[in-house]
């Protein structure tokens, strides 16, 4: 016998958030006898929003016993295992329910889009892709899947597509705040300022709380040379999220841009202080010092000669020699998925980038990976250089690596730059034009660090080092330091492959939040 009319009341429970009642409704319903495979899905929701996920995945095996061919009771199991973090258990699980709802095109879209969660979570980006199109084809007029897809191009660094996905998403649903934030970015990373700004305020329209679209519109007012509104709005965010890393770093900055450098020396002084080694802490906290004629103390902090560390590769198992190493190198980048021309939010000028290639088909960047992991390793094990430095004092016990190659073109440079979501940075040099030489005397194609971008600088001339790349050597070095190329001319590309230590646990792990 099944409760269908009673069921109406404890849905409109579960939209109101009243899970208590809900789940004590349906427990009432199921114990009269009603054998209601509704019922019993309700349950596992109203138990799952509770935060019983374990207690959930319990009744969904048994709800799959009592109803092996049901598809929303193998949805079910999987929605409360992606709410676990058994990934692999839920993919199985809606991959189940996709092939049982095969004829029912609304459940099969509302598969799809779990699955496609779960994908991106266990970092398959193509299969999430694959999945939310599904999602979204299936079921026209959806927003979810649309939102979603824009999310992907995001991070994929596919702005013109993200903006369409977004748009088309808030022309279906115009009250989502979040999509407007993403679409702000997306706008933004084309150098939009304007039309990311409509975008973020509208978010914020939505949700007044939004810190997120808060803190983007400060940094499109900043990018944008409105220094005193940007400011502004950097310290609201601060106001609403005292935690909130990346506005006060970028407070930082603005407070440097302004000729303020007492101010942005005192958030920095703050930051420090509550969160060890932030490399945009760090880096503002730099220019600052040097400013503000406090020698001594930026000496001690940007000290190149015991933070940049040179490495040597030794000839990869399974090749001949370097050069067959650096080669096959360099072909593998040449010819990635990835490759675009100047994309926009990266430093380089004249030259190509690719995205994380750690999260494609390796190859031979299978190599070069372990090679820089014995790097940092090494890196790691240098006390005595660098006792007492925040390097030191905010190394991590577990990281993240990421990688890209930058292929530079004649002319071709990179703007100073620093990495502030990681802990330390370096670069690889797996080709280089015959004009990019140790002896050159203009120095063309080296690396340089130390100057910070001109808007930053006020016009001081910094200490700066700068070093000749060579075949087969890295360079590390703390990611707050600040760095450029010096251009060349040649009709030879210059090949490097550049990666980040992003701290996943230990004094660092704040860095990236």
């Known amino acids: 016998m099944q409760a269908g009319p009673e069921l109406r009341d404890v849905a409109q429970y579960l939209r109101d958030g009243r899970y208590e009642d809900a789940e004590r409704r349906l427990r009432q319903i199921l114990k009269d006898g009603h054998d209601d495979p509704v019922a019993a899905e309700m349950l596992v929701q109203a138990i799952r929003r509770q935060g019983r996920s374990s207690e959930a995945l319990d009744l969904c095996q048994t709800?799959?016993?009592?109803?092996?061919?049901?598809?929303?009771?193998?949805?079910?199991?999987?929605?409360?295992?992606?709410?676990?973090?058994?990934?692999?258990?839920?993919?199985?699980?809606?991959?189940?329910?996709?092939?049982?709802?095969?004829s029912d095109q609304q459940t099969s879209a509302a598969v799809a889009f779990d699955?496609?969660?779960?994908?991106?979570?266990?970092?398959?980006?193509?299969?999430?892709?694959?999945?939310?199109?599904r999602a979204a084809g299936l079921r026209p007029g959806w927003a979810p899947p649309l939102f979603r897809l824009g999310l992907l191009d995001i991070?994929?660094?596919?702005?013109?597509?993200?903006?369409?996905?977004?748009?088309?998403?808030?022309?279906?649903?115009?009250?989502?705040?979040?999509?407007?934030?993403?679409?702000?970015?997306?706008?933004?990373?084309?150098?939009?300022?304007?039309?990311?700004?409509?975008?973020?305020?509208?978010?914020?329209?939505?949700?007044?709380?939004?810190?997120?679209?808060m803190g983007n519109l400060a940094i499109s007012l900043h990018d944008d040379g409105q220094l005193g509104e940007a400011i502004a709005g950097y310290r609201q965010v601060l106001t609403l999220a005292p935690g909130d890393l990346r506005a006060a770093s970028h407070l930082a900055d603005a407070l440097l841009e302004a000729g303020d450098c007492q101010a942005a020396l005192t958030v920095t002084d703050d930051l420090l202080q509550r969160f060890p080694g932030h490399s945009g802490a760090l880096s503002s906290r730099g220019v600052a010092l040097h400013r503000l004629a406090m020698h001594k103390d930026y000496e001690a902090l940007v000290d190149m000669q015991a933070l940049i560390f040179p490495f040597d590769?030794?000839?990869?198992?399974?090749?001949?020699?370097?050069?067959?190493?650096?080669?096959?190198?360099?072909?593998?980048?040449?010819?990635?998925?990835?490759?675009?021309?100047?994309?926009s939010g990266h430093a380089t000028r004249g030259g190509h980038h690719t995205g994380d290639l750690l999260r494609f088909e390796k190859g031979p960047v299978a190599e070069l990976e372990r090679a820089v992991r014995q790097a940092v390793d090494a890196y790691m094990r240098r006390p005595a250089d660098l006792s007492g430095h925040p390097v030191q004092v905010s190394a991590p016990s577990q990281y993240k690596l990421s990688m890209w190659s930058v292929?530079?073109?004649?002319?071709?440079?990179?703007?100073?730059h620093v990495h502030p979501s990681a802990w330390l940075s370096?670069?690889?040099?797996?080709?280089?034009?015959?004009?990019?030489?140790?002896?050159?005397?203009?120095?063309?194609?080296?690396?340089?660090?130390?100057?910070?971008?001109?808007?930053?600088?006020?016009?001081?001339?910094?200490p700066v080092r700068r070093f000749a790349p060579r075949e087969g050597r890295m360079f590390l070095f703390p990611a707050f330091l600040y760095h450029q190329t010096v251009p060349f001319v040649s009709d030879e590309p210059r090949i490097s492959l550049a990666f980040d230590v992003t701290p996943l646990a230990g004094p660092g792990a704040t860095i990236a939040a």
Not at 410 to 416: E, F, K, N, V
Not at 436 to 461: H, N, R, T, Y
């Open 63 to 102: 709800m799959i016993e009592s109803f092996p061919l049901r598809a929303s009771a193998w949805h079910e199991a999987g929605r409360t295992c992606n709410n676990l973090g058994k990934l692999e258990r839920a993919r199985q699980f809606l991959e189940k329910a996709a092939d049982l709802a095969a």
């Open 115 to 133: 699955l496609g969660h779960v994908e991106q979570r266990m970092g398959d980006a193509g299969a999430a892709r694959r999945a939310f199109s």
């Open 155 to 213: 991070d994929a660094g596919e702005f013109i597509s993200a903006e369409k996905s977004l748009e088309q998403s808030l022309q279906l649903d115009e009250n989502n705040s979040e999509a407007w934030t993403a679409l702000g970015v997306a706008r933004h990373r084309q150098g939009n300022n304007a039309a990311a700004s409509e975008a973020y305020r509208s978010a914020l329209a939505l949700n007044p709380r939004n810190t997120e679209a």
């Open 313 to 343: 590769l030794s000839v990869p198992e399974g090749f001949a020699s370097l050069g067959e190493f650096n080669a096959a190198l360099a072909r593998h980048v040449q010819g990635h998925e990835t490759l675009r021309y100047e994309p």
């Open 407 to 416: 292929i530079m073109h004649s002319a071709g440079h990179q703007l100073p």
């Open 426 to 462: 370096g670069v690889y040099y797996a080709q280089l034009p015959g004009v990019v030489s140790e002896q050159g005397s203009d120095q063309a194609g080296w690396i340089e660090f130390g100057q910070p971008p001109e808007k930053l600088a006020g016009g001081s001339a910094f």
